[in-house]
């Protein structure tokens, strides 16, 4: 089989790229593009591919801009830290939506689910759009915000962290604002996407870009530094493991 992968973050392709392999070495990696023109070129002078990787934020722009330029008929799995754009992804041949970080057993299903899509010369869209949006349905999407005496919403998307001080949560968003929420960080670790956001502690539940710097402070114990507002907290001993392995996707 030949893919290729379409991701606009090195590390993250070439991360993409080893899990496939490990999965399936007969998988044959044809390049990693990282823009809309780095793709439309591929396709003009290259043999394409048979499955497709596909981030949705690019080097230079959102990756439906492709669809415009150029006809891609090939199967797509695509990889992205949003939700919001499942139901776009599905009308342009997608098989399958993983949400970073993404887990090795999960490219596993979505190989397996384009072997069998193939092998039986069909795919169920009906039932893949049926997931997303149950699975949409079900995620916590905006917070309501009281700024005296007026109200605004958040996105979920816009939020870097979480924290509790004096028995009040507290939502820092992406641009440093710093708002009161009526939940209980219990309320949000099953409210949220876990493979987006964790909590690390009693006190902090993260977004994994908010994280600037980790430093090792015992065998068992991770100091975070977190922007934006320049926040330090250290991961439990406790959710250590599992802030490891969450933080690769696994």
């Not at 030949?2 to 070495?25: F, M, Q, S, V």
């Not at 492709?66 to 342009?92: C, G, L, M, R």
């Not at 079900?138 to 605004?152: A, C, M, N, P």
Request: aromatic letters at 10%; a negative charge; glycine letters at 2%.
């Amino acid at each position: 089989m030949r893919i290729l992968i379409i991701e606009d973050e090195e590390r993250a392709a070439k991360r993409l790229a080893k899990l496939i392999t490990e999965l399936d070495n007969s998988i044959e990696v044809l390049a990693q593009l990282d823009s809309v023109e780095s793709v439309v070129e591929w396709y003009t002078f290259n043999d394409v591919p048979e499955l497709l990787f596909m981030d949705i934020h690019l080097a230079d722009g959102s990756a439906f801009e492709i669809f415009n330029q150029i006809k891609i008929s090939q199967p797509i799995i695509f990889t992205t830290a949003y939700d919001e754009y499942a139901i776009q992804a599905f009308k342009v041949n997608a098989i399958d939506y993983l949400l970073k970080p993404i887990k090795k057993e999960e490219v596993k299903t979505a190989i397996e689910k384009y072997k069998s899509s193939q092998s039986q010369n069909n795919f169920n869209y009906e039932d893949l759009a049926k997931h997303l949006q149950n699975r949409e349905a079900k995620k916590l999407k905006r917070f309501l915000i009281r700024v005296g005496q007026t109200l605004k919403t958040v996105e979920v998307n816009d939020v870097a962290y979480f924290y509790t001080e004096d028995k009040i949560t507290f939502l820092i968003s992406n641009e440093g604002k710093r708002y009161p929420i009526d939940y209980s960080l219990e309320k949000l670790e099953e409210e949220l996407d876990n493979e987006i956001f964790f909590r690390i502690n009693r006190q902090f539940i993260v977004r994994v870009s908010a994280i600037t710097k980790m430093v090792t402070v015992s065998k068992s114990r991770v100091k975070l530094y977190l922007e934006p507002c320049s926040a330090e907290t250290i991961v439990s001993t406790e959710r250590s493991g599992k802030f490891k392995k969450w933080l690769v996707g696994e």
